[in-house]
């Protein structure tokens, strides 16, 4: 989780990151599978070490992606040591576990959900005291209220509109999303 350093006043801009991947949760696959599929991909491109961009992305991908915590529940140990996997299935299914405990709903594309490294690392609130703009690319967390220095910020990993469940609709919702 994130703690404010300074005296946030509401409004303010805490945090910008860039998507690693998108992909929409309406589709024909689920949605973390596809974030998981790209992932890779841009991580295991081809093109790498011929192309700045696609260097800088590959990097990211094998320093801070595949490093990622993994969906709440999911023993990345047990994976990697007794696992009878080969190599990429065991890394399909780390970067699935990863993309199911790290990616956001786009508040600007409802129907895409996609993976912030960064912004992934809030800790959630059914009560938040910042909130997400996000689009397919960005992501910008804004302060929702005045938040002394030393407290911890949180967002919500629901959409918005279903803050407004009850608590138990919000539980199986995080259960099934987010395994907690």
């Known amino acids: 989780g994130y703690v404010a350093s300074k005296d946030l006043e509401a409004g303010q801009a ?4 860039t998507a690693f991947v998108a992909a929409p949760i309406n589709g024909k696959e689920e949605c973390h599978f596809l974030i998981a599929e790209k992932a890779m991909r841009k991580g ?5 070490k011929t192309n700045a961009r696609v260097d800088r992305e590959a990097d990211f991908y094998h320093d801070v992606v595949k490093n990622l915590e993994l969906k709440h529940g999911i023993d990345r140990k047990f994976l990697e040591d007794g696992s009878t996997l080969d190599a990429e299935q065991l890394e399909q299914m780390i970067l699935c576990g990863a993309a199911e405990g790290n990616s956001l709903y786009c508040t600007e594309a409802p129907d895409y959900m996609a993976l912030f490294a960064a912004a992934a690392r809030f800790n959630h ?9 996000t689009t397919k690319s960005t992501c910008l967390v804004r302060a929702e209220q ?6 911890e910020l949180t967002i919500s990993y629901l959409p918005r509109q279903l803050l407004n469940l009850s608590w138990v609709k919000r539980r199986e919702r995080l259960q099934r999303g987010r395994g907690f």
Do not use: H, M, Q, Y
Request: one cysteine or more; a neutral charge; glycine letters at 8%.
């Open 14 to 17: 805490v945090l910008f990151d």
């Open 44 to 48: 295991n491109n081809p093109a790498r």
């Open 125 to 133: 609130s059914c009560s938040p005291n910042a909130g997400l703009e």
């Open 146 to 151: 005045a938040i002394p220095k030393g407290t």
